[in-house]
């Protein structure tokens, strides 16, 4: 394969990808000022702006696109979960033993009740444990008997981690707290020998934010010819944000991706390429929230705009998982050359993140993923986002443009 674009070397251009400025990128935005980078918090907004600076010293036209976001869910403080029967007591460690429900209702202060078994017929003030897999029925059956609330079973990540999210499914009208697997098990064992006493805080509520979308522009020479295709590359960067007592890094959702599009573009901003089409990035707010910027901003581009969307490049394993929406068969097959050419292994895979929001609105759209280490828990660190993935997410990209702009 070669360019035709004028006064373009594709292996120095690929070489001139920098692992080094990658990951300072990943660095800062997973830095403690910037407190997990949650929609509508400070940190969040402060980020965004580290952002357009960073693009603006690359020549772009930015511009921040403020937009609404309703029910995030928010943890103002740490939840409490501990039992008790005659001979012992248990407090249960947040994050690692059990976390909050999405759909719980609000207990800012500590409950304490009995617990109640699935098979009891009488739930009426008592924290009910609920038969795995079977959340919502029990969630019905303890609003109308007024149970305290409802205990769940929910499973881990590899090391033991209980990942956090911030958007899902409407509140119930009782408490609802996830157990570990193990540690819901051992709650219904020691109920079969004997009363149990609970005691239990849920200090979540939903809020209504302000996300702001990062747009930058590379205006064109006045002499080039106008454009025959226009390209956007986005990355959302906003995490779920810190709990009260523990850091989100949000190292390799998204940090990851924001510095290899940030890469590729300081790379691409550089070259003849810019005279052969339109480049535009957004960096995307509000993603952990429902793809809520995107959504935004969709709406808002031409019927042309080719999108590649890149969620997580902290590790790459067998093959990048790239999914395709919209008009895009076109894109995909420069993505494919792309990817011969830089080496770098594909594989179709669900990406449910930005892409699917630009696909919807009727745009070629392509999601790229390249693993994320630590998933939205406090074990998503900068050390875990590796340089040689960020490396094939970067050039990957710079390679699809460079070849669409041949």
């Known amino acids: 394969m070669t360019f035709t674009t004028a006064d373009v070397d594709p292996a120095e251009l690929l070489e001139a990808v920098s692992a ?10 997973a830095a403690d000022r910037y407190a997990g980078r949650r929609v509508g918090t400070p940190g969040g907004q402060a980020s965004a702006v580290w952002l357009a600076e960073r693009l603006g010293e690359l020549g772009a036209e930015t511009q921040l696109s403020g937009f609404d976001v309703a029910s995030v869910r928010e943890l103002y403080a740490t939840p409490v979960l501990e039992w008790s029967t005659g001979d012992q007591a248990q407090r249960l460690e947040h994050r690692r033993d059990f976390v909050v429900h999405l759909a719980s209702a609000e ?3 500590p409950r304490s009740a009995p617990l109640a078994g699935h098979s009891e017929t ?19 059956r303890a609003e109308a008997q007024g149970a305290a609330g409802v205990l769940t079973a929910r499973g881990t990540d590899a090391e033991g981690w209980m990942p956090k999210m911030i958007a899902g499914p409407p509140a119930r009208r009782v408490p609802v707290v996830a157990l570990r697997t193990e540690a819901h098990a051992r709650l219904a064992d020691a109920l079969a020998a004997g009363p149990v006493q609970v ?13 702001h979308n990062v747009h930058a522009r590379f205006p064109r020479p006045p002499q080039s010819v106008r454009a025959r295709l226009r390209v956007l590359l986005t990355a959302h960067y906003d995490g779920v944000g810190d709990d009260p007592d523990q850091r989100m890094p949000a190292a390799a959702d998204n940090a990851s991706g924001v510095a290899a599009i940030l890469e590729a573009t300081r790379i691409l901003s550089a070259t003849p390429v810019l005279t052969a089409l339109e480049l535009a990035v957004a960096f995307l707010d509000a993603e952990e929230a429902g793809a809520r910027g995107s959504a935004h901003h969709a709406a808002t581009l031409p019927p042309d705009t080719l999108v590649i969307n890149l969620d997580g490049a902290a590790q790459l394993h067998q093959a990048a998982a790239v999914e ?4 895009a068969h076109a894109l995909l097959a420069t993505l494919d050359q792309a990817a011969r050419l830089t080496g770098v292994p594909l594989r179709a895979g669900a990406m449910a993140s930005d892409n699917r929001r630009y696909a919807a609105a009727g745009l070629a759209a392509i999601g790229i993923g390249m693993g994320m280490p630590g998933y939205q828990t406090p074990a998503e660190t900068p050390d875990r986002v ?19 702009g041949a």
């Open 122 to 140: 009488e739930w009426s003030g008592r924290w009910a444990l609920a038969e795995p897999g079977d959340w919502a029925r029990a969630c019905e």
């Open 20 to 29: 080094e400025r990658m990951q300072a990128t990943v660095h800062e935005l």
């Open 199 to 211: 005691t239990a805080s849920m200090p979540l509520r939903q809020i209504t934010t302000r996300g």
């Open 107 to 109: 207990l800012p202060r």
């Open 324 to 327: 395709a929406g919209g008009p």
């Open 386 to 404: 590796q340089p040689d993935t960020l490396l094939a997410a970067a050039r990957l990209v710079v390679a699809t443009v460079m070849l669409l």
